[in-house]
């Protein structure tokens, strides 16, 4: 069992920047994927990033290439996202997710465990 909670998300401009965090709890945390997605209104849910559990592979959406990074630091449980150049169609609710296993996963059917989400709003 995992437990997530994301946090960071709020209002920016076009063009700005944003972090989010998210928090992993529980016994299967050490040796699981974490991956960020988004949903926007009346939009699935998609992939955004993915890393491994090491966090020696990383993975990403094309649209978001070159502009948003994520990492990780197992000691505090944690996988960033770092957004840069932010567009307003990217405006939408922001998840972390963990996959039970350790290797980077686009697929959303294939992640096991998601937090809550968080806002994340940019204003044309």
């Known amino acids: 069992q995992v437990q997530l909670k994301e946090s960071g998300g709020g209002l920016v401009q076009a063009g700005g920047s944003l972090s989010l965090s998210c928090t992993a709890s529980?016994?299967?945390?050490?040796?699981?994927?974490l991956g960020w997605f988004r949903q926007a209104p009346g939009k699935e849910r998609e992939f955004v990033a993915s890393?491994?559990?090491?966090?020696?592979?990383?993975d990403y959406a094309d649209s978001v290439k070159g502009r948003f990074t994520i990492s990780r630091d197992n000691a505090k449980n944690t996988v960033y996202l770092s957004m840069n150049s932010l567009k307003p169609e990217e405006t939408a609710v922001y998840y972390c997710?963990?996959?039970?296993?350790?290797?980077?996963?686009?697929?959303?059917?294939?992640?096991?465990?998601w937090g809550p989400g968080t806002q994340v709003t940019v204003s044309s």
């Open positions: 890393i491994s559990w090491s966090g020696s592979s990383t």
């Open positions: 997710a963990a996959d039970r296993n350790p290797w980077v996963e686009r697929d959303v059917n294939a992640y096991d465990w």
């Open positions: 529980g016994p299967a945390v050490s040796r699981a994927a």
